[in-house]
C-alpha cells in the first residue's frame, strides 16, 4: 500500500496511525499552516517514534558534504536526486524491502513465532 500526504503534519498523522515499511521524505515539503518545516525537521521528529524505519529521502538539492552528514546522522538508507524515474524509484524500494525481510527472516522474533 502506499500513502501521501500534503504536508509533514499529515505524514506525522499518518505515521502515528499504520505501520509502514519504508518512508519516502521529500526534504522541501509544503509549509506546514504556513509554517515552513524541512524535511530534514520532519525525519528528526520521525526518528524519535519510528528509529529502525528505513527511509529514501527525495531531493533536487544538489548533494553537499552537510546533506551526507545529516543523512547518516539520521540513518537515511538512500538519498535519490530529482528527477526520479519509476525504475530507479521501483529498484529502492524493491532493496529495501528485500533488506527488511532478511532481517526479519534473521531475528530471533520471527524465528521464535516460526519454531
Keep these: 500500500m502506499v500513502e501521501t500526504c500534503g504536508d509533514a503534519l499529515q505524514g506525522f498523522r499518518l505515521f502515528r496511525s499504520f505501520p509502514f515499511d519504508i518512508a519516502l521524505v521529500d526534504l522541501d515539503p509544503p509549509a506546514v499552516l504556513e509554517v515552513p518545516i524541512s524535511g530534514w525537521d520532519f525525519l528528526r521528529v520521525l526518528r524519535a517514534y519510528l528509529p529502525e524505519l528505513p527511509v ?22 538512500v538519498v535519490l536526486h530529482k528527477p526520479i524515474s519509476p525504475g530507479q524509484l521501483k529498484s529502492v524500494v524493491g532493496a529495501l524491502a528485500i533488506k527488511k525481510t532478511q532481517a526479519l527472516i534473521g531475528s530471533k522474533d520471527l524465528q521464535s513465532r516460526c519454531w
Excluded at 68 to 75: C, I, S, Y
Design 56 to 77: 529514501v529521502v527525495l531531493t533536487a538539492a544538489e548533494q553537499t558534504r552537510k546533506m551526507r552528514e545529516d543523512a547518516a546522522a539520521l540513518r537515511v538508507a
